[in-house]
Nanobody
Framework: QVQLVESGGDLVQAGGSLRLSCAAS????????MGWYRQAPGKQRELVAI???????TYLDSVKGRFTISRDNAKNTVYLQMNSLKPEDTAVYSC???????????????WGQGTQVTVSS
């Protein structure tokens, strides 16, 4: 069984910073991509950032230059450093990991439960 546990969501003023963490645990053989999605009320879910197993990153245009994704492979953990936050960043942020549980098992996406980020103006 695999679990992804997020932390770091909070209420912050515009211009502030937050750091989200997501730790994967359980029966894990290898992790490929890790990343973060977000969903605001009444809006579609959008991909915020991805980081590959070798550290290649991709970002949503609206967060480029403000957000930084990183990972610690030894801890199976992905981070999202969010700076210069804006009210439009308000959403539930969910992490995911594409991983396999054994050397010959398929690769699946696993999801965290989500953490609320609220940015006040």
């Amino acid at each position: 069984q695999v679990q992804l546990v997020e932390s770091g969501g909070d209420l912050v003023q515009a211009g502030g910073s937050l750091r989200l963490s997501c730790a994967a645990s359980g029966s894990i053989f290898s992790i490929n991509d890790m990343g973060w999605y977000r969903q605001a009320p009444g809006k579609q879910r959008e991909l915020v950032a991805i980081i590959t197993s070798v550290g290649t990153t991709t970002y949503l245009d609206s967060v480029k230059g403000r957000f930084t994704i990183s990972r610690d492979n030894a801890k199976n953990t992905v981070y999202l450093q969010m700076n210069s936050l804006k009210p439009e960043d308000t959403a539930v942020y969910s992490c995911y990991a594409r991983l396999s549980t054994t050397w010959r098992s398929p690769i699946y996406n696993y999801w965290g439960q989500g953490t609320q980020v609220t940015v006040s103006s």
